[in-house]
């Protein structure tokens, strides 16, 4: 079978010096499957035998040779063009990339559950980092309660940022084509969000396939129950790729300091205003955050979680 990469965002310019060139569709312990232009191969990651090489993940361009006693496996990895990572959920201060080069990043919410600003916050703050375009979609608008007030809290918070609201459910769709207009040939766009979100169903529908498992959401508190456990890249037919990824509740975020001033810009931007450069906005006289916080202008809130997220980064680089 002969695959044009093309399809999978293959530019000039991405050269192997040996080996096939493929782009990474999904990664197991130690095992990928890289889409080539002689089909999908399954090959080993192989970090060991090369110590130096970067851990391949979703959407990575590799070339891959094959080993006469290991069979086929990852030679190199092609330097990315941008990445989504976060901190690692494991206690390690390290950096994990989620997926690479890509060119959108859906942040999908359900609205049959609240929507924390906080970790919107946070995903917005990777989201910004990896330099792909954001847009917010909303699923199950079907069960939104009221739909406005979650947009005035992405407003609060995403001034900025396109919102979608979609409803998928069998024998009733609405609002999908807005977003289909979102996906292009060659053009890839990775999916984040909370467990039960709707983003292996969103992209279902956007491939008109059933290709991704999906799983109920618990009744009660609307848990969803991680049925998608690895990021996955699937190729539309319609033009352009999806990244599923497993859903999280919240992320860590990683050396994304531009990324916070962009996502805290309202803040960043009064604080210029204080009255010492270095201001912390807690006991400093002539604070123009206080101020505002005290004028009613601003949300106490959000200063408190950009504090925090402040100084969450600080943290990591002391370290
Ligand atoms: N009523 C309604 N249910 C939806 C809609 N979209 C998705 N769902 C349901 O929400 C549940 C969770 O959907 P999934 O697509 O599995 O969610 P996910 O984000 O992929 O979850 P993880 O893989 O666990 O991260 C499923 O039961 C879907 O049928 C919608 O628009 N309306
Ligand atoms: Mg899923
Ligand atoms: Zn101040």
Sequence with gaps: MKIDLVAYGY??????QSGELGRIVR?????????TSKGVLRVLSDSQRSQNLLAPVVGDWV????????????????????????????????????????DHVFIVHGLDRPLPPGRLERFLIIAE????????????????????????????????????AVTLRDGFIEGLDEISKLMEAGKTIALIGESGAGKSTLINALVDDEIMATGE????DKKGRHTTVTREMILSPNGGVLIDTPGVRSVGIWDAQEALERVFKD????????????CAHSTEPNCAIKEAEEKEIIDPYRVERYLALQKELEEQTNR
């Excluded at 990664?27 to 889409?35: A, L, Y």
């Excluded at 803040?267 to 270095?278: I, T, Y």
């Design 11 to 16: 530019k000039p310019g991405l050269e192997t």
């Design 27 to 35: 990664v197991d312990r130690g095992e990928c499957d890289v889409v």
């Design 63 to 102: 070339s891959i040779i094959e080993d006469p006693d290991l069979g086929l496996l990852i030679n190199e990895v092609l330097p990315r063009s941008n990445a989504l990572s976060r901190r690692d959920p494991s206690e390690q201060i390290i950096e994990q990339v989620l997926v690479a080069n890509i």
């Design 129 to 164: 980092d990896s330099g792909a375009e954001v847009s917010i979609v909303l699923t199950k608008a079907d069960q939104a309660e009221e739909i406005s007030e979650v947009k005035a809290i992405i407003k609060a918070v995403a001034e900025d940022k396109p919102i979608f």
């Design 217 to 220: 959401v618990r009744e009660r």
């Design 267 to 278: 803040l960043e931007h009064l604080s210029q205003q204080c009255q010492f450069n270095d």
